[in-house]
């Protein structure tokens, strides 16, 4: 076996905002710009925040069961 890898494409990191590659002085974003607007996506609240969980879809209503 040779040592490869898995994944070792290295790609240049991006901004999130614009997706140019980022600056190291405002990293994760390329400019105090994208930073700013990054920013205000999440105080504005409207940012699409990934939610990854495992969620039955349907009853969620359910109280949980008394697992005390
Ligand atoms: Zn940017």
Redo the contacts with the bound molecule.
């Keep these: 076996m040779s040592s490869k890898q898995p994944g070792a494409t290295r790609a240049v990191p991006?901004?999130?905002?614009?997706?140019?590659p980022?600056e190291e002085r405002?990293r994760p974003?390329?400019?105090a710009?994208?930073?700013d607007?990054d920013l205000a996506r999440w105080l504005d609240g409207r940012y699409a925040i990934p939610v990854v969980e495992s969620e039955p879809d349907g009853d969620d209503m359910l109280p949980e069961p008394d697992e005390r």
């Design positions: 991006r901004c999130p905002v614009c997706g140019r980022r405002f974003f390329c400019s710009r994208c930073r607007v």
